[in-house]
């Protein structure tokens, strides 16, 4: 089999799974879990096998037009060079650890079935992101994957949470996605044709003529995808999802397509200078807010969230800097690592309960209660905190290189001003970013109070994925950094002396920083009342998960995001470093410094005016004007009916009276009076 053939069947399979379970959802209910995991395993092993052909040499490329358009042509194209190819890997490596682990986490949910068929038609819509060579495709999986977000982050759509996320992400990403599709259309216009290969090609000749307008439209697309400032708040909300869902969006799909667009099309980006600067700023203004976020969310899965468009933060920096070698491998190592955050973040949420950082700082033991995910998410959060030897060290550090390579003018391919720019955000980032995993853990499992609910050992499809996804968390990024330039361009990916020091440095100083806090707001919660009993309605929820340990984990999940009120009322005196740590700043970043209002003040609040506006119109202007001319003729027709009163005594009357003023008026102008 060719290896084109290959290519063409890793998109394709997850894409006939999602339409075999879809169909056989209901009529044979046996066939889903196998429908779910088998293509995107299937999916892995051609990828790994086209990755392997592929090697890191020349890209392999395979045409067809689609159709003649009468002016630039659409192609069903492919292009896999070395960061295609690995990139796939992860796609598919990320989709079926979901797949797996969502076999036990949903395992009674009646709505399983589509679930399963839209993560299928998710994933498969990422990889044709890859794979495509045209850009009128990959807009095809990009747009798959946006609606396949609106219904899986709506998956629990009896909640209003999960209502207002869904159509929040797909409006908010939307709204990017206007843009973007006129800059495509203007680069594919530019270019004469919407081959990657040719726009690349008419780059570097100088064929396009309006490159700083084009970057900038197909950044705003980015900032929608990859949730980057200002277009980032849909990202929190959308955990109102499953939380196999969050790990798919936020470890290999979705967020990650905006990154790996620009690294393909980077030369577009580096035409421009004032792009570079503005993608520059965007990176840095991303990393350091979702850092001081994530201090002081309250919700697992958030602070979760707002790492992740911190780390986008440093993906989209290294393309800042010109470097989209370290930018994809940043990338690929956070695949692993987050996807393993969430995946443990759904076992604790189902053995705590709650999602509630603050309830669970005041449960006893519930590290004990879940041994698995206590391990493998203690070294996923090392790995996101970047301490050696953990592969989010390297793959940082291989960012904060290349931004001090670009600060200290050692490259061509982007402005000084922009190098500076990221290495400092990055560098602050470094910091926030050890502080709020440190937090995370200690709240997590290191709570003192009652002790922890015991709902038994975990299914074993969920538990042995987090191992799973530990070895890559743990190892990848140290045995990758010397052999990935040889898939990517060429660039030396190994850490520098100076970043590695600073950077380490830092994520020990925030680490140490948050610990010290903890120990002193711990203190002081020792010494405050207990907390309320819980409701009869939690009550119920706990028996019913601890009455079915190997059950359906969504179900608490469910019941806690709809519960999400923390269940102690009194959350200043919950042991919460990042509320001592931020000070006055600690409300206003954990309302997202506020953005959801602003963009409701200038956004929402003028368009609902609008509308409003527009029904007064509709109904006081132009209703009126058709109900007036329907009036007079009624009126007409109402005094000429009255006319008609069908006596014929009253018809020759008026005939008489009719035939003398006749006469008269003859006389008169016979006469000449």
Same mark, same amino acid.
């Given at each position: 089999?060719?290896?084109?053939?290959?290519?063409?069947?890793?998109?394709?399979?997850?894409?006939?799974?999602?339409?075999?379970?879809?169909? #056989?959802?209901?009529?044979?209910?046996?066939?889903?879990? =196998?429908?779910?995991?088998?293509?995107?395993?299937?999916?892995?092993?051609?990828?790994?096998?086209?990755?392997?052909?592929?090697?890191?040499?020349?890209?392999?490329?395979?045409?067809?037009?689609?159709?003649?358009?009468?002016?630039?042509?659409?192609?069903?194209?492919?292009?896999?060079?070395?960061?295609?190819?690995?990139?796939?890997?992860?796609?598919?490596?990320?989709?079926?650890?979901?797949?797996?682990?969502?076999?036990?986490?949903?395992?009674?949910?009646?709505?399983?079935?589509?679930?399963?068929?839209?993560?299928?038609?998710?994933?498969?819509?990422?990889?044709?992101?890859?794979?495509?060579?045209?850009?009128? !495709?990959?807009?095809?999986?990009?747009?798959?994957?946006?609606?396949?977000?609106?219904?899986?982050?709506?998956?629990?759509? $009896?909640?209003?949470?999960?209502?207002?996320?869904?159509?929040?992400?797909?409006?908010?990403?939307?709204?990017?996605? !206007?843009?973007?599709?006129?800059? #495509?259309?203007?680069? &594919?216009?530019?270019?004469?044709?919407?081959?990657?290969?040719?726009?690349?090609?008419?780059?570097?000749?100088? &064929?396009?003529?309006?490159?700083?307008?084009?970057?900038?439209?197909?950044?705003?697309?980015?900032?929608?995808?990859?949730?980057?400032?200002?277009?980032?708040?849909?990202?929190?909300?959308?955990?109102?999802? =499953?939380?196999?869902?969050?790990?798919?969006?936020?470890?290999?799909?979705?967020?990650?397509?905006?990154?790996?667009?620009?690294?393909?099309?980077?030369?577009?980006?580096?035409?421009?200078?004032?792009?570079?600067?503005?993608?520059?700023?965007?990176?840095?203004?991303?990393?350091?807010?979702?850092?001081?976020?994530?201090?002081?969310?309250?919700?697992?899965?958030?602070?979760?969230?707002?790492?992740?468009?911190?780390?986008?933060?440093?993906?989209?920096?290294?393309?800042?800097?010109?470097?989209?070698?370290?930018?994809?491998?940043?990338?690929?190592?956070?695949?692993?690592?987050?996807?393993?955050?969430?995946?443990?973040?759904?076992?604790?949420?189902?053995?705590?309960?709650?999602?509630?950082?603050?309830?669970?700082?005041?449960?006893?033991?519930?590290?004990?209660?879940?041994?698995?995910?206590?391990?493998?998410?203690?070294?996923?959060?090392?790995?996101?905190?970047?301490?050696?030897?953990?592969?989010?060290?390297?793959?940082? $550090?291989?960012?904060?290189?290349?931004?001090?390579?670009?600060?200290?003018?050692?490259?061509?391919?982007? =402005?000084?001003?922009?190098?500076?720019?990221?290495?400092?955000?990055?560098?602050?980032?470094?910091?926030?970013?050890?502080?709020?995993?440190?937090?995370?853990?200690?709240?997590?499992?290191?709570?003192?109070?009652?002790?922890?609910?015991?709902?038994?050992?975990?299914?074993?499809?969920?538990?042995?994925?987090?191992?799973?996804?530990?070895?890559?968390?743990?190892?990848?990024?140290?045995?990758? @950094?010397?052999?990935?330039?040889?898939?990517?361009?060429?660039?030396?990916?190994?850490?520098?002396?100076?970043?590695?020091?600073?950077?380490?440095?830092?994520?020990?100083?925030?680490?140490?920083?948050?610990?010290?806090?903890?120990?002193?707001?711990?203190?002081?919660?020792?010494?405050?009342?207990?907390?309320?009993?819980?409701?009869?309605?939690?009550?119920?929820?706990?028996?019913?998960?601890?009455?079915?340990?190997?059950?359906?984990?969504?179900?608490?999940?469910?019941?806690?995001?709809?519960?999400?009120?923390?269940?102690?009322?009194?959350?200043?005196?919950?042991?919460? =470093?990042?509320?001592?740590?931020?000070?006055?700043?600690?409300?206003?970043?954990?309302?997202?410094?506020?953005?959801?209002?602003?963009?409701?003040?200038?956004?929402?609040?003028? !368009?609902?005016?609008?509308?409003?506006?527009?029904?007064?119109?509709?109904?006081?202007?132009?209703?009126?004007?058709?109900?007036?001319?329907?009036?007079?003729?009624?009126?007409?027709?109402?005094?000429?009916?009255?006319?008609?009163?069908?006596? !014929?005594?009253? @018809?020759?009357?008026?005939?008489?009276?009719?035939?003398?003023?006749?006469?008269?008026?003859?006389?008169?102008?016979?006469?000449?009076?």
């Amino acid at each position: 089999m060719t290896t084109t053939t290959l290519a063409v069947l890793v998109p394709l399979l997850p894409f006939l799974g999602a339409a075999a379970g879809l169909l #056989l959802g209901r009529t044979a209910p046996g066939f889903v879990r =196998p429908l779910a995991v088998l293509p995107a395993l299937a999916s892995l092993v051609l990828a790994a096998l086209v990755a392997v052909r592929q090697g890191g040499g020349p890209a392999i490329e395979a045409h067809t037009q689609l159709t003649p358009t009468g002016s630039v042509p659409i192609d069903l194209a492919l292009d896999i060079d070395g960061f295609a190819a690995l990139v796939a890997v992860v796609v598919a490596f990320v989709a079926t650890c979901v797949q797996i682990y969502s076999t036990g986490y949903l395992r009674d949910d009646p709505r399983y079935p589509s679930y399963a068929a839209l993560v299928s038609l998710f994933t498969s819509a990422m990889l044709l992101v890859v794979y495509s060579g045209d850009l009128m !495709v990959l807009l095809v999986g990009w747009e798959v994957m946006g609606i396949c977000s609106y219904f899986l982050v709506g998956h629990y759509w $009896e909640t209003p949470e999960a209502r207002a996320a869904s159509l929040k992400a797909f409006l908010v990403t939307k709204l990017g996605d !206007v843009p973007f599709l006129i800059g #495509l259309f203007a680069l &594919g216009t530019d270019a004469g044709s919407f081959r990657i290969t040719r726009v690349l090609g008419a780059v570097a000749s100088g &064929g396009i003529d309006h490159p700083t307008l084009i970057a900038l439209l197909l950044l705003a697309g980015v900032a929608g995808k990859s949730a980057q400032f200002p277009l980032h708040t849909w990202l929190p909300d959308a955990m109102a999802g =499953p939380t196999p869902v969050s790990a798919l969006i936020h470890a290999a799909t979705m967020v990650a397509a905006g990154v790996y667009f620009v690294a393909r099309l980077l030369p577009v980006f580096e035409a421009s200078r004032t792009a570079m600067v503005v993608l520059a700023v965007m990176a840095a203004v991303t990393m350091a807010g979702s850092g001081l976020a994530a201090l002081a969310q309250d919700d697992i899965k958030r602070v979760l969230a707002y790492s992740t468009i911190g780390q986008l933060g440093y993906m989209t920096g290294a393309l800042a800097v010109g470097d989209r070698g370290a930018a994809v491998f940043h990338l690929l190592s956070h695949g692993a690592f987050k996807a393993l955050l969430f995946l443990a973040a759904g076992v604790i949420i189902h053995a705590a309960g709650t999602n509630s950082l603050a309830a669970m700082s005041r449960m006893s033991h519930l590290r004990d209660r879940v041994p698995d995910a206590y391990w493998t998410m203690t070294v996923a959060l090392l790995a996101l905190a970047a301490i050696p030897p953990f592969s989010g060290f390297f793959s940082k $550090e291989s960012v904060l290189g290349a931004a001090e390579h670009a600060a200290t003018g050692h490259t061509d391919h982007a =402005p000084g001003s922009a190098g500076w720019i990221v290495l400092v955000a990055g560098l602050l980032t470094a910091l926030l970013t050890a502080a709020y995993a440190t937090r995370l853990w200690l709240l997590a499992f290191r709570g003192r109070g009652a002790e922890a609910p015991d709902h038994g050992r975990q299914p074993l499809t969920m538990t042995v994925v987090l191992w799973v996804l530990a070895v890559p968390s743990l190892a990848f990024g140290g045995l990758a @950094y010397r052999s990935l330039p040889g898939w990517f361009d060429g660039r030396d990916l190994t850490p520098t002396l100076l970043t590695s020091v600073l950077g380490t440095g830092l994520a020990l100083v925030g680490g140490l920083l948050a610990y010290g806090a903890w120990q002193r707001t711990s203190a002081l919660a020792a010494r405050t009342p207990a907390a309320p009993a819980p409701s009869f309605e939690w009550e119920s929820l706990q028996g019913e998960a601890a009455a079915h340990p190997e059950g359906d984990a969504s179900l608490v999940e469910a019941h806690a995001l709809a519960d999400h009120g923390p269940d102690y009322r009194d959350l200043a005196h919950a042991p919460d =470093p990042g509320r001592l740590l931020l000070g006055p700043l600690y409300r206003h970043a954990a309302a997202g410094f506020h953005l959801d209002a602003v963009y409701a003040a200038l956004f929402v609040r003028p !368009v609902q005016a609008g509308a409003s506006l527009v029904r007064f119109l509709d109904s006081a202007v132009v209703d009126t004007y058709v109900r007036g001319a329907a009036a007079l003729p009624r009126l007409l027709g109402a005094a000429v009916r009255r006319a008609q009163t069908g006596n !014929v005594q009253t @018809y020759v009357s008026a005939l008489l009276a009719g035939t003398v003023v006749l006469a008269v008026a003859v006389l008169l102008v016979a006469t000449g009076a």
